[in-house]
């Protein structure tokens, strides 16, 4: 591969997730460009071909694979294809980013940490916590000392529920709210306390709201216990209306920060007509709303993009990994054994023969 010249990238997926990778990559495009797209729901690719400008599109992934200027791809697919899609791209001789979660068991992640590593290129976990600005921010201050001696960090993010039918079926997404969203606390919580043992996992989860569309939780809390005294609380849910709550908490012995990811950059509106967008999951712009601006870049996803291209180029040092990803499949695991036993679970912790996170819920291993 070359060492110069924007990154060539190749998406599979192309609904709400791949939208907003093709976004990212176009709001901060010095570093890569998409130059194809792949999804096997007809119309679909040529459709986010269309909005972005993207000069291939494929309806097998595995066409696009042979394409020789992609240098790196990512995965925007359910759960479930994960494993298999890293897999076949870093046989390719293609990069890797993966969407969390990263796949469904640890002999999955395994097997794509191994395979990448054996092939040479990069796999890269698309957590974008890690970039997202007000929190960076918060972790920058923590590592200067601005708290003191960390021991709680608190995570939460709830709405309404998900943006695609897959995660809704267990056997795709491999769990519910905890799979889909605590995936994003774990590992804020891990990077931001700068990756301690885990010493224990406790959860707690149900079913309140959603259990006509669902057999998977639609409500968790999480609690991490971790050597050197610190706690994290990772809290999530399908089953807050209103649209998207995302926030920090951060608790020192000589200071502590909040961070709400949405408050410190909306416009408290009123409208009785109502108007096109606000924020992601909100059911109506009618009566009091919060729009916001900017907001992939409040997330944090161009900044994570482009520096996923900058490391495959040689320019930065990877931020997160694989072997991030893997970290979280462990806690997600312990955390449904935890809840099914309605007891703490010791780390570390590796079931066999589990297919999908969510099992160890139903059906705990005593």
Not at 179 to 197: E, S
Not at 274 to 294: L, Q, S
Request: glycine share 10%; aromatic share 12%.
């Amino acid at each position: 591969m070359s060492t110069k010249g924007k990154v060539k990238v190749g998406i599979i997926g192309s609904r709400f997730e791949a939208d907003i990778h093709a976004e990212s990559f176009r709001i901060m495009p010095e570093e890569a460009e998409v130059v194809a797209v792949a999804s096997p729901t007809p119309g679909n690719a040529a459709n986010l071909a269309k909005k972005y400008g993207i000069p291939n599109v494929y309806t097998d992934y595995k066409e696009m694979l042979k394409n020789p200027d992609i240098e790196m791809v990512t995965i925007t697919a359910p759960n479930k294809l994960h494993c298999q899609m890293t897999v076949d791209i870093a046989n390719a001789g293609k990069h890797v980013v993966c969407e969390k979660p990263l796949c469904m068991t640890l002999e999955e992640a395994d097997q794509m940490v191994d395979t990448c590593k054996k092939q040479g290129v990069l796999l890269m976990y698309a957590e974008e916590l890690f970039f997202t600005p007000k929190y960076v921010k918060a972790k920058q201050m923590a590592d200067q000392g601005a708290f003191g001696d960390v021991y709680l960090v608190k995570q939460s993010e709830k709405h309404f529920g998900p943006h695609a039918d897959w995660f809704w079926d267990v056997q795709q997404s491999g769990g519910g709210v905890f799979m889909d969203m605590g995936c994003h606390g774990i590992a804020f919580a891990w990077w931001f306390l700068n990756r301690p043992k885990l010493k224990s996992v406790t959860a707690q989860m149900g079913t309140y709201v959603h259990a006509d569309k669902t057999k998977g939780d639609d409500n968790s809390f999480c609690i991490l216990e971790f050597e050197g005294n610190q706690i994290a609380l990772v809290e999530d849910s399908w089953a807050r209306t209103g649209g998207m709550d995302d926030r920090i908490e951060v608790y020192g012995n000589r200071g502590c920060t909040y961070a709400n990811l949405h408050m410190g950059n909306a416009l408290p509106t009123f409208s009785e007509e109502g108007y096109g967008y606000a924020v992601e999951k909100a059911p109506t712009t009618k009566g009091w709303t919060y729009p916001v601006f900017e907001e992939l870049w409040n997330y944090g996803f161009p900044q994570e993009m482009a520096h996923f291209a900058r490391c495959v180029r040689g320019k930065e040092e990877l931020q997160s990994s694989g072997e991030d990803g893997r970290f979280v499949q462990e806690v997600l695991l312990a955390g449904y054994q935890s809840a099914g036993l309605g007891s703490k679970v010791e780390m570390p912790f590796r079931p066999s023969g589990v297919e999908r996170p969510i099992d160890l819920w139903f059906n705990p291993i005593k």
